[in-house]
């Protein structure tokens, strides 16, 4: 197992959710964590309550960003210093889903935003940071997708594009990389409550919370043992993708529900 201490890891995403679990877990195997988002207050109190948890020995830096901004991307990443710039592990994470509309009715902000950041955003971060990785003869890049670029659902269309465009990438990734220590794992799980469907439903809490209704869904923390165990395996081994459901749910669309 490689250990995770003193690396330099770069998580998109890390106000909420998944990217906030893999940053705890990321924390507790004692490795620098650069945490980015747009909401800078929430990063300050997750960077808060791990340095509470780990210890003050924790080093933490903190990014505001939106991905979307290419020129916002490339400034963040080349204005690291040392050992902030030496990223090990890059944690492609931040991505969100906006609507569940017919495509022939779609909102086109939606649609722009969820390719601006899934797809677009992911590519930013991996052509800044990819480089320096190839240069160093080390790291690891980790993006998160999505059962839904693996199966298509009803009003899923722009979002499910984006997630099978994450799965392409990754997949284009790892070829161009053959011949470096780089590696490169797509991690896509099903349903994981978190912030995503209040996004997605614009603030609709009621209507969020409908889509975990009667069944158990996955924890942010259960995605960030998957990114965990993909990481430390020993350097031969690279996990290409690992698709991650609830049992309650056996494809996109199937899910078991209790009354
Ligand atoms: P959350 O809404 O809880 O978290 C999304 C994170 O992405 C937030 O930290 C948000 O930070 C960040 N983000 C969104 N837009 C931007 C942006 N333009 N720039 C920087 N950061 C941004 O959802 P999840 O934790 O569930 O989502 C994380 C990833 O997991 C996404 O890629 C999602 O598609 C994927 N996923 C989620 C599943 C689920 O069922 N929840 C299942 C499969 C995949 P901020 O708003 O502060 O910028
Ligand atoms: C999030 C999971 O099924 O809502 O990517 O698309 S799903």
């Known amino acids: 197992m490689v250990s995770l201490q003193n690396q330099i890891v770069l998580i998109t995403g890390a106000s909420s959710g998944i990217g906030a679990a893999c940053a705890h877990v990321f924390a507790g195997a004692g490795a620098k964590l650069i945490l980015a988002a747009r909401r800078y207050e929430r990063l300050q109190q997750l960077a808060d309550e791990l340095t509470k948890s780990y210890g003050n020995s924790l080093e933490i830096h903190l990014l505001q960003l939106d991905v979307r901004d290419r020129s916002a991307v490339e400034s963040a990443i080349s204005q690291l210093s040392p050992p902030w710039s030496d990223i090990d592990i890059l944690v492609n994470n931040a991505g969100l889903s906006r609507g569940l ?5 779609g909102n086109f902000q939606d649609w722009e935003e969820m390719i601006d950041t899934n797809i677009k955003g992911l590519l930013y971060l991996t052509r800044y940071v990819v480089p320096g990785m190839v240069k160093r003869d080390r790291g690891h890049v980790v993006n998160i997708g999505s059962i839904a670029g693996h199966q298509t659902y009803p009003g899923g269309n722009v979002y499910c594009g984006t997630k099978a465009a994450v799965r392409a990438i990754s997949e284009g990734l790892k070829q161009d990389l053959l011949g470096t220590p780089v590696r ?14 209040d996004v997605r ?4 809490r009621e209507r969020a919370k409908k889509v975990y209704q009667g069944l158990t869904p996955l924890t ?3 995605i960030a043992d998957v990114v965990f165990f993909c990481v430390t395996r020993p350097s031969r081994v690279n996990i290409s993708e690992v698709l991650l459901v609830p049992t309650d749910q056996a494809s996109a669309t199937l899910v078991n529900r209790r009354a």
Do not use: C, I
Request: a negative charge; charged letters at 35%.
């Open 184 to 197: 490169v794992t797509s991690v896509d799980p099903g349903m994981v409550e978190t912030e995503f469907s």
């Open 201 to 204: 439903f614009h603030g609709d």
């Open 101 to 105: 509309d017919k495509l022939q009715e």
């Open 220 to 222: 942010p923390e259960d």
